[in-house]
């Protein structure tokens, strides 16, 4: 599929079928995940695939408690502009209830994990601040997205597990010192791919100086 | 273009020819970065496309010395595997060495800019980790990089210049209490696209347990 195409209607997918998906198929998002940048090309992340249904239940089981934790503080936003944007917040909101619910059900989770390594240099002027280690791991999330998408599969980029970190090591085993950075399920959406709602970019472009419009 | 050739082959260019760049292709990748997943669908990120001479020479200069302040302290690591990590090192740092260097003849920088807003809720237990607004910031400037090189177009994401973060403020004049996460040059690269090296993804990838191997 065209790659425009496939970067512009990558939307999060929350609802899925409980059709099968290949683990040549999570290889091959893995391989794009992989030629994402990496800084230094120390390529410090890791990818665990969660197909196993004693393993993705402890999983799952995780997930909705990081939920339900998160949920009880999210309330709503105190105003929304326009029915149409409260409506968009209802659905979302309506649509991360249901993943938290049946992420059991859905055929495979990706965890990217990274190592937590000291990964700011100093001189005698004090620290360099040479970005976070997250650059190097988000695009990778997204590359995998974007060629899941090209597959016709679904994915949501989700991060509240963190806060259910020590669970998620119980179940997959994976040793101290690291840290889960996103825990993306796949599947066969029950929705359509397409453009998701976002504000208009040119309100959020600025040329050349800070509050200037496009010539 | 195909989408996975898109993700498989946009690796980081460094060098470009002069040739100009319109604002419409910029704008095109624009749209693709702002369809990214975003936390809370919050949209935060904003993004400043520097063309003008006097702005870019700033943007620039200020690169420069970030630049020279990171490879001061950078030297080689250690060791090396084989002789071919070693070349590809240099070959990375020299290409990094030219663009510090030459930042000012690239036709366009795009710095994408991050508020520094409260991000993290908590209850009795204590905060909730939700994962870092980052989460919502690198999925863009991938998304950006790779619609660039469906149109041909070359960038690599750097993130160094955060340590001269004041400098580009005063060039471009974008407020207190904002953060760059990323600055990408963008022109028609010198070299060819293609499959960046990369460690092969089966050895970090485990399936269902950490360490274990595809069944």
Request: glycine share 6%.
């Amino acid at each position: 599929m065209d790659a425009l195409e496939a970067l512009m209607t990558t939307r999060a997918m929350r609802r899925f079928t409980t059709d099968d998906v290949s683990d040549e198929m999570v290889a091959t998002c893995l391989r794009a995940a992989q030629q994402a940048p990496s800084g230094g090309n120390v390529q410090a992340l890791q990818y665990v695939v969660v197909r196993a249904p004693e393993v993705k239940a402890a999983v799952a089981a995780a997930y909705l408690a990081a939920w339900d934790r998160y949920e009880r503080v999210l309330g709503a936003p105190p105003s929304f502009r326009t029915p149409d944007d409260e409506a968009s917040w209802r659905r979302t909101k309506a649509a991360s209830d249901h993943l938290a619910h049946h992420l059991d059900d859905v055929p495979i989770i990706v965890l990217f994990l990274l190592p937590v390594i000291p990964w700011t240099p100093s001189d005698d002027e004090g620290p360099i601040d040479i970005g976070p280690l997250y650059a190097s791991a988000y695009p990778a999330v997204q590359n995998f997205c974007v060629a899941a998408r090209a597959l016709g599969l679904g994915t949501t980029v989700t991060t509240v597990i963190r806060c259910e970190t020590e669970a998620v090591r119980d179940a997959v085993g994976f040793p101290e010192g690291w840290e889960i950075v996103a825990l993306v399920p796949v599947g066969r959406p029950s929705g359509r791919f397409g453009l998701a709602r976002r504000k208009p970019v040119e309100a959020l472009t600025h040329w050349d100086r800070w509050g200037q419009k496009r010539r």
